[in-house]
């Protein structure tokens, strides 16, 4: 029977997940599935993508397990996505779980919110934290333009319940796309007078399954965005966001606030606090890293939680500088297996 590591949350916090830049890694993102009800043009194609089969998807025990260990050695702030995780029927399970393990403090939930009415009151009873709901048009012929589906309608009212739910913290996150939707960056903004929402403008990147990012310059850096803003709002003003959230200001007299997250620019990555674990239990220790550490075969190989430490623990200590430093070495044979967000885990 492998070793639990229980003991050692009792007694002492095991010590922290730190790169040899001196990062600490105390958030995780985990992938709960890979299939979604939508086809994001940003994403995956009509036909979606190479799916991993049922069994090779973590289960419920081995994401606890997972949860369990990582707050073991300060894992904090844990944020579930996907592919689309409200598919999951046990998500609020998984919630409920993870903040009860100890060393947690915080659990979150990344969505397309299309769904979130079916489960909004198993997740505010689970405790979640906090949402962030990805809507990229507040125009019903642009959503279904870019996600291949109808639900605009739906969407907007499963934000404004998560609002009405009263969790901590609601998002709405925004893949620009110059060209295509950047035009609506003051309707974006203007969400956030009435609201206590942060609208997070968050810069394209290239996993998109080769569907745009070759095609056009849709890309719209962190900085035209921030330069947008500027030029649309006087009395903007700098307020301090989550790591991701290099630019963040409030508009005078709103409720809300709004974010850019250089996600392409990657110049936030001296901030670096996350480390990814995919739906198919791979741990990859930077977005663009071409690399997978294998959890999941472990766990199945009955190795200890020790074992798995070390794992987690080889894996943040070979993370690169950063994100580009991270692209540059991804040219293995796995790296180019996964070509969508969706298989990666946002
Ligand atoms: S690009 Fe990589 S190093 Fe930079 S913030 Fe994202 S995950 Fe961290």
Redesign the pocket.
Known sequence: MPLKLQHAVKSTMLPALLDRYGRIFNYARIALNERCNLRCTYCMPEEGVDFQPPEKLLSKNEVSRLVRVLAAAGVNKIRFTGGEPTLRKDLPELIATSLHTPGVDQVFLTTNGLLLHRVADQLKRAGLTGLNISLDSLHADRFKKITRRAGLEQTLDNIKLALAKGFDSVKINVVVMRGFNDDEIKQFSELTRDNKVTVRFIEFMPFDAKQLWCEGDYLMRAKDIVAKLHGLYDGLMADKGSE?EHHHYRIKGYQGAVAVIP?FT?S??R??N?I?ITADGQLRN????GTDYDLRGLMRRDASDEQLLFQIRAAVGA??I??VE?RERSTSKIAVSRISMTQIGG
């Open positions: 991701t996600a990657r936030l990555c901030n670096c996350r990814r930077c977005l663009y890293s993370k690169a950063d994100g991270a």
